[in-house]
């Protein structure tokens, strides 16, 4: 997997301060992308080890501020993605249980929940931004979505309701 950014003391993408991983790799080419450059997986630099521990020690170092993690791109939810994206959601939520995962994807909550390797990336997951960017839904008062369509989806309470 590949990403393009990691922005430290995010305070934008999710409530809290954050730590924000841009991801490389999306399917969905929504008219009007923001960020048609993370289409390409290639797009970026390589998502190792090494850059992954970096995060969890700066989770480690300012523990007490921050909130979380949040996962954008391109889409997280992209089918190169998932495997390696679950790898850190279990190893962040092993090291910090308290702090919440965040999530984008171009899918739809019904579209992930179907696909068993995607939903097992997102029942690790505590927030689902869900749907493609419609251009013609853009709303700019909108928190944390883009268009009118995406849900902000509490993936937590929502699986537990579906499973009652
Ligand atoms: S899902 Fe996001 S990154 Fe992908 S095309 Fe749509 S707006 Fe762009």
Redesign the pocket.
Known sequence: MNYSDIKFTDMINGKGIRVTLFVSG?????K?????E??NSEYGVPFTKDIQENILEYFERFNSSMKGLSL????PT?HKNVETLKDFCTEFKRRFPKKDIWI???FTWEQIITDPKKYELLKLCDVLID???MEELKDVNLKWR?SSNQRVIDVQSTIKNNNE
């Open positions: 999306c399917s969905h080419r929504c009007g992308c923001f960020n048609k993370t289409w954008l791109g391109g889409d992209y984008w994807s171009g749907g493609k960017f883009g």
